[in-house]
């Protein structure tokens, strides 16, 4: 299918390319299209990505917040960016590798983008507002059960890694829970502390210092390891949920047609930056792994993530207009 499939090209050629035109670039800052709400995991890693980006380019990155459609709005933004290299974004799970299965009609295509690298890996937690009478996962799924349709959870947007988890969890639980979508985890967790949603699932960056302050509470890992942010919270197959597998990414993104030259030297300063204290001690601090690609291997992996979240979206009837 079209939609499954990425430019069988997206970086096999890029790193050989001649250093011609790249010489007289950047002479002017650079926007870093952010697809979710200021404040949230997706800002937050861009923000440390866009100052690294500032220092190894010699031109201010500017980070800007696109957000709607579960981060495709924004997505969309990039790809639909001049080419010259003064325009790239964040793409992430939702709008990459689950938005072409939920969406009647993705705004952009495969080609119009150019995959640089992955940024950050992140686990995400199935979290609860303290004001529920829930202390662990089986209470959480006995509560919904007893209060069908009463229980709501927040996400970071229709079609996205924390939508699509939602569904994943009532679906492996057999409860009845209803999807209140945001634009991004920020405005979610907002409603969730104010107790307008009960749980949500969501990356464990922004929900940390909310449940280390006990205004939340974590109930399980989506992961197949423990965080180690939250060692004590045990994953979703240790409760018996072991098809709630959700692992959150966030990766670098241009517009294709940017001359090779240019893509070579983003990618070569995103890696570096990575490869800072400055940037890896943050990420790290927010449960982030750090895991740089290739363009070719980033497109891969890519296809290997549409693989596994194509049936997911089937079976929960998930849709976004």
Known sequence: MKRRTLLASAGAAVMAAPAVRAQAWPNKPITLYV???????????????????????????????KT???????????????????????????????????LPKMPFEDKDLFLLTPIVLVQEI????????????????AHAKANPGKVNYGSSGTGSITHL????????????????PYRGAAPAIQ?????????????????LPHIRAGNLRALAVTSKTRSALLPDVPTTTEVG???????????????????????TRIHAAAVAVLKTKEAADPILEQGGVIRPMTPAEYADFVRLEREKWAP??????AKMD
């Open 35 to 65: 697809p979710f709400a200021a404040g949230g995991p997706a800002d937050m890693f861009g923000r440390i990505l866009a100052r690294g980006l500032s220092v190894q380019l010699g031109q201010q990155v500017v980070v800007e917040n």
């Open 68 to 102: 709607g459609l579960g981060g495709v709005t924004g997505v969309d933004a990039i790809a639909k960016a001049a080419p010259d290299g003064y325009a790239i974004g964040m793409n992430s799970a939702g709008p990459s590798s689950i938005a072409p299965f939920i």
């Open 126 to 141: 199935i979290a609860a507002s303290s004001r529920l009478p829930v202390k662990t996962i089986q209470d959480l799924i």
């Open 165 to 180: 988890a939602g569904e994943l969890f009532k679906t492996a639980a057999g409860i009845d829970i209803v999807h209140v």
């Open 191 to 207: 409603d969730l502390l104010a107790g307008q949603v009960q749980m949500t699932v969501l990356d464990v960056s922004p929900l």
């Open 241 to 263: 949920l072991p098809t709630v597998q959700s692992d959150n990414w966030y990766g670098l993104a241009a517009p294709a047609g940017v001359p090779r030259d240019i893509l």
């Open 312 to 317: 997911v979206v089937k079976a929960s009837g």
